[in-house]
């Protein structure tokens, strides 16, 4: 992956030296009351950069928004986690008494029907 990216990063780089030797020609640049002269390449290069940054600057507010609210959802996940941990460790000691008790009943159904007892004699 860091091969194919270097690979990337330099057929960028080529292309942008190329664009630069063939776009060498000086141009004027009047901003406001500012005036500036240079080559194209170099005026197209910074046009780019700023509407990048100005772009991204104006995009912040979202990204951040964006962040917190998966920070706040995978909060509630691992809340939700936690209370299924215990909701599920709950039931299994419920089941568990369940099963105790079953086995205690049915040990006292045994003796209550036990010929020792008349059957019509209350228990």
Same mark, same amino acid.
């Given at each position: 992956?860091? %091969?194919?990216?270097? +690979?990337?990063? !330099? *057929?960028?780089?080529?292309?942008? &030296?190329? =664009?630069?030797?063939?776009? /060498?020609? @000086?141009?004027?640049?009047?901003?406001?009351?500012?005036?500036?002269? %240079?080559?194209?390449? +170099?005026?197209? !290069? *910074?046009?780019?950069?700023?509407? &990048?940054? =100005?772009?991204?600057?104006? /995009?912040? @507010?979202?990204?951040?928004?964006?962040?917190?609210?998966?920070?706040?959802?995978?909060?509630?996940?691992?809340?939700?986690?936690?209370?299924?941990?215990?909701?599920?460790?709950?039931?299994?000691?419920?089941?568990?008494?369940?099963?105790?008790?079953?086995?205690?009943?049915?040990?006292?159904?045994?003796?209550?029907?036990?010929?020792?007892?008349?059957?019509?004699?209350?228990?």
């Amino acid at each position: 992956m860091i %091969g194919i990216l270097t +690979l990337l990063a !330099l *057929l960028i780089a080529i292309a942008a &030296v190329i =664009f630069a030797v063939q776009n /060498s020609t @000086p141009i004027l640049v009047h901003f406001l009351a500012w005036q500036a002269q %240079g080559s194209m390449a +170099l005026v197209l !290069l *910074l046009t780019f950069t700023f509407g &990048v940054l =100005f772009g991204l600057l104006v /995009s912040l @507010p979202a990204v951040i928004k964006s962040m917190r609210k998966v920070s706040n959802l995978t909060r509630k996940i691992e809340e939700k986690n936690y209370l299924i941990e215990n909701l599920d460790h709950n039931l299994m000691e419920a089941t568990n008494q369940i099963k105790v008790l079953q086995v205690t009943q049915k040990g006292s159904q045994t003796e209550i029907n036990s010929p020792d007892y008349p059957e019509d004699m209350p228990v």
